[in-house]
Every structure is written in C-alpha cells, then in structure tokens.
C-alpha cells in the first residue's frame, strides 16, 4: 500500500572550511560516529489518538473490500468509492491529536537533528508532523494530496476533503486523478529508502519497530542481514508482537508505553553510542 516522493542530495565539503590548523606534528582526532536511530512504524503507533488500524481485531480491512477501494488495477472502475472510502478517513483523522509516542519520536528528531534521527511510517495520517517532526517519510503515501495516474503529478488537496472533480494542474486530466495514498499492486517509490536504510544501518545504530504486525513490509526488508536474530540494539514495540525472533528487546506494550519505557535506554546510547 501506500507512498511518493524521495531524492539523494550529494554534497562536497571541503575539510579546510571545518578544521582548525594544526601544528606540525599533532595529530588528527579520531572521529567518534554517535548511532543513528532508525523508527519504522505502523498503524499502531497512531492506534492510541483513536485512529482505525487496517488489520488488527476490528480493523478496517475485516470490514472494507481492498479490491474496491484500495486496489490499483479497480480503483478506477471503482473512483466514486474510492474518494467516498478516504474522505470518511480524512474525516476520522480530523479530531484525531497526536499522542505521547508521536509527541517523543517527534522530540527525539529535534534533539538529534533528521540526520541521525529517520522516521519511515506506513501511516497515512499526519500525527507525527502534527507533533512536531521536521521529516517523516510515508512509504504508502498520505491522504492530504492527490496523483494524476497519467503524468505522475502530486498536488496538494485544495480544501478538508479529497475532490474527485479536481483536475490535474500539469495535464488537465480528471478522472485519471487518485487519492495520494498508494494502493496495493502500485509502485511505492519511497520503498526505496528502506533499501537506502538497509545499505547505511551499522552495528551500532538502533532500530525500532512500533506498532506494526509486519505483514505488508517483513523484517527482512528492513535489517540488513547482520542483524537478523535477537539483536541487541532491534527494538519492537507492540501489543501484540509479531516476528520477534528479529528484536532483542520487545516491548510488549501500546506504542505509548512501550517507547516511553525504552527511552531512558535510547537517550543514553544516543547521547555515548
């Protein structure tokens, strides 16, 4: 399901601009690199600001068809459907307040900067950025745009609801326009950064997995496989966990209690590595 948008900046910076002169014979520093920290997070994280989950216990997909709505080979047969289904989420999520787990990843971004601090969510919604986080990637997309399917333009949404006659700005087109949410069998183009994660995540970096079941995204494609197995610094936090044999320590917990009983632990290794 579900995400857009994402690009690689590479930048050159000369040493001269940042080091002080030394004098002959001293030696340069080591250089200590302090963890980053990498949350992947699912419906639960979201669950406790009285958003719906998808899959768990009475979740929207027990009682939805993802054919009719959610479902890029129908969606367009189905278009009237398909905005009625994401306005009435759109309304759902419009008295909906960022919880306390938003609240501290968001403060967590802040202290440590977006360098060291990734937030990657499956979620729709915008409780993080709502909380304060200053970069949050949505790998299935978010429900305040809207895509033309025939240019492959992302717009803003003009208004509180998605509009099924809002016509695409760069093409014209209309009824080739489709909630900015990404559906099952479309193409993800944010997947990419849990490749990018895979390929930067060291040893000494922490992961945590919140309110997910992992049965969209697996395990595997999130650790690179020096972390596979009860490692230390995989941490998981749900109530109902699932693929545990990846975590060394699970929190068994609602997203809010489970983060706020590993903070302590994730500000000191943040802090000293």
């Known amino acids: 399901m579900q995400g857009h948008n994402g690009s690689d900046r590479i930048q050159e910076i000369k040493v001269a601009d940042f080091e002080q002169v030394r004098q002959p014979g001293q030696q340069r520093a080591p250089q200590v ?29 027990t009682h939805t068809s993802i054919d009719e709505v959610c479902n890029y080979h129908t969606w367009r047969r189905n278009r009237p459907a398909v905005f009625r289904f994401y306005n009435q989420r759109i309304a759902e999520c419009s008295g909906a307040r960022p919880n306390d787990a938003h609240r501290l990843l968001a403060q967590w971004q802040n202290t440590w900067g977006t360098e060291r601090v990734h937030l990657v969510t499956q979620n729709i919604d915008d409780m993080l950025e709502q909380a304060g986080a200053r970069q949050v ?13 025939d240019c492959d333009y992302r717009f803003p949404s003009i208004g509180a609801k998605l509009d099924p006659g809002a016509a695409c700005p760069s093409c014209g087109q209309v009824e080739s326009v489709k909630p900015g949410v990404v559906f099952f069998n479309e193409a993800a183009p944010e997947y990419q950064t849990l490749w990018r994660i895979q390929q930067a995540m060291t ?43 990846f975590f060394g320590v699970v929190e068994q917990e609602p997203a809010t209690v489970g983060l706020s009983k590993l903070e302590p632990a994730i500000e000191r290794m943040m802090e000293s590595g």
């Not at 302090?34 to 929207?60: C, M, N, Q």
């Open 33 to 61: 690199r302090l963890p980053r920290l990498y949350v992947f997070s699912g419906a639960g994280l979201s669950a406790e600001s009285g958003i719906s989950t998808f899959r768990t216990g009475d979740g929207i997909w």
């Open 137 to 149: 990637t949505h790998l299935h997309g978010d429900m305040i745009s809207l895509l033309c399917t």
């Open 203 to 245: 040893d000494d970096d922490l992961f945590i997995a919140v309110g997910t079941a992992f049965e969209v995204i697996p395990p595997e494609r999130l650790l690179p496989p020096t972390r596979y197995g009860r490692y230390a610094r995989n941490m998981l936090v749900d109530p109902a966990p699932q693929r545990t044999e």
